[in-house]
């Protein structure tokens, strides 16, 4: 008996260090900016000039041209910030995009429309869709991939979003 007890104890120690993976430091050099190429499909971190690391990426599920409207699954193109992280999001991880700026709205209201908002980098749902370019706008990388972005970018880092 006394020897079950220790072995449960074991798995579920070992079943619960898997959770703290989730979050990663990182002490290398600061990312100063996000670069993200739509065509390519392609996010850089970036240290001035230098490439930190490169991903690919997936993005909303009509991914060519600049967002909108609120619901066109188009992922924004322009100068924003990371602005705020969600450590519990739906998506594993996720950090914020400044989407909708100053431009943004006023385009929007001009056309009386919502341009949207809650636009993020983020890792995957549980579920495996299965097909490229499915966010409802944000960018999307691989759970183990927004691990590292997560420790790596901080709040008010730019990001350059380019078609």
């Known amino acids: 008996m006394r020897f079950l007890s220790i072995l449960l104890s074991l798995v579920v120690v070992v079943g619960l260090s898997g959770c703290a993976n989730k979050f990663r430091t990182y002490d290398g050099p600061e990312v100063t900016r996000v670069v993200v190429m739509k065509g390519d499909r392609r996010m850089y971190l970036m240290h001035h000039d230098q490439v930190l690391r490169a991903f690919d990426i997936e993005m ?3 991914p060519d041209g600049h967002k909108t ?3 066109d699954g188009r992922t924004p193109e322009g100068a924003y910030w990371i602005n705020r992280r969600n450590p519990n999001s739906a998506f594993h991880l996720s950090i914020g ?4 700026n100053a431009q943004d709205r006023a385009q929007a209201q001009a056309r009386g429309v919502s341009p949207g908002g809650d636009i993020f980098i983020h890792g995957t749902p549980d579920l495996n869709l299965g ?5 409802a706008g944000c960018i999307a990388v691989t759970n183990r991939e927004m691990e590292d972005i997560y420790a790596m970018v901080r709040d008010g ?3 350059h979003i380019f078609p």
């Open 131 to 135: 097909q490229d370019d499915w966010t």
């Open 60 to 62: 909303g599920f009509a």
């Open 69 to 71: 409207e609120e619901g």
């Open 97 to 100: 995009i400044s989407y909708p």
């Open 157 to 159: 880092t730019p990001i």
